[in-house]
């Protein structure tokens, strides 16, 4: 399985990002998928997650009510919807993914940089 995130860059505080995460060698179908962020001399952070047989998700704290996870399974990519950014959104953005829900996030992606100017 081969994760490609996209879609990162600068933006103000209180703009929009959307992130993409490309998928190949399994389909979304089989997958469950999430988001993780990694902030400068931070340790690696959960965003949320998506089930991969419904549309149940799940979302830090931080994030709750601003960012949406969302999937295209024609398209076999998984979306971060990032609206009202904060300064302290600034990290690198992950894509991860696992067959199985109890099984450790063994797919990453190789993340892509959001940076939030105030």
């Known amino acids: 399985v081969q994760l490609q995130a996209s879609g990162g860059g600068l933006v103000q505080a209180g703009g929009s990002l959307r992130l993409s995460c490309a998928i190949s060698g399994r389909t979304l179908r089989e997958l469950y998928m999430a988001w993780f962020r990694q902030a400068p001399g931070k340790e690696r952070e959960f965003v949320g997650r998506l089930h991969k047989n419904s549309d149940n998700t799940l979302y830090a704290d931080s994030v709750k009510g601003r960012f949406t996870i969302s999937r295209d399974y024609a398209k076999n990519t998984v979306y971060l919807q990032m609206n009202t950014l904060k300064p302290e959104d600034t990290a690198v953005y992950f894509c991860?993914?696992?067959?199985?829900?109890?099984?450790?996030?063994?797919?990453w992606g190789q993340g892509t940089l959001v940076t939030v100017s105030s």
């Open positions: 991860a993914a696992r067959s199985i829900m109890t099984a450790p996030w063994g797919y």
